[in-house]
């Protein structure tokens, strides 16, 4: 049974710490995704990675790092954490073709107090 | 920027009656694939059309690709409660960005027993 898995449901941080999550496929796949999702605004890709150590930026970088020192595994990094980045954090992964489809993890319902 | 615009964003339906979603772009995809979320859960696929026109069946639930391959649309017949989610829809990007997808923002359905 392929997974993707994020190493956290729930998260509770305070404002300034810094916080990691984690992700890890089992598939072999290529392609990396980190998105959030908040009410009404539906899912914005923060960043992606093509390849080992690679890496570009999605639509809302700002606060974000990511990385990728292996093929399995894409880690998000919230370097100083706000309180407007509360959300659920998705971890995907998929292979480079127009149909193919995108895993998903279960999601880190993350809250910066 | 390829853009897909879902409506309705929000559907309330009595079980056993029918429903359409749709998911519309102004740019023309190679494929659509359409995801249904679960709370607390992330996106899983439900379906990829691939050829305009295409017409794919997962037992009640019916997908279109429309022949200009802009559209797509959903229909659920005798909608029951485990219909319940978000349902997304989603387009790879052109040429070189082709390994990420856009999703619109999501269809919320609730069917009622």
């Known amino acids: 049974d392929v997974k993707v898995t994020q190493s956290s449901r729930y998260l509770v941080k305070r404002t300034g710490e810094k916080v990691f999550l984690e992700c890890v496929q089992d598939?072999?796949?290529?392609?990396m995704f980190w998105y959030r999702q908040d009410p009404g605004l539906g899912l914005r890709l923060i960043y992606f990675?093509?390849?080992?150590?690679?890496?570009e930026k999605g639509d809302i970088p700002e606060g974000y790092s990511v990385s990728r020192e292996k093929k399995e595994r894409f880690s998000l990094i919230l370097e100083s954490a706000s309180t407007n980045q509360t959300s659920m954090y998705l971890c995907?992964?998929?292979?480079?073709?127009?149909?193919?489809?995108?895993?998903f993890g279960q999601g880190t319902r993350l809250t910066v107090v | 920027t390829q853009l897909l615009e879902q409506s309705p964003q929000f559907l309330s339906i009595q079980e056993g009656e029918n429903l359409t979603v749709y998911c519309n772009s102004s740019s023309v995809f190679s494929s659509l694939q359409w995801y249904r979320q679960e709370p607390g859960e992330g996106p899983v696929l439900l379906v990829t059309v691939v050829t305009g026109g295409e017409v794919k069946k997962l037992k009640r639930l019916t997908f279109q690709f429309g022949d200009a391959r802009k559209d797509s649309s959903l229909h659920i017949t005798a909608a029951q409660p485990g219909d319940t989610g978000l349902y997304l829809c989603a387009g790879p990007y052109s040429g070189a960005g082709s390994y990420q997808l856009t999703f619109g923002k999501g269809t919320k359905l609730s069917v009622i027993p």
């Open positions: 598939m072999d796949h290529e392609n």
């Open positions: 995907a992964s998929r292979r480079t073709w127009r149909g193919s489809e995108a895993f």
């Open positions: 990675s093509y390849d080992v150590k690679m890496k």
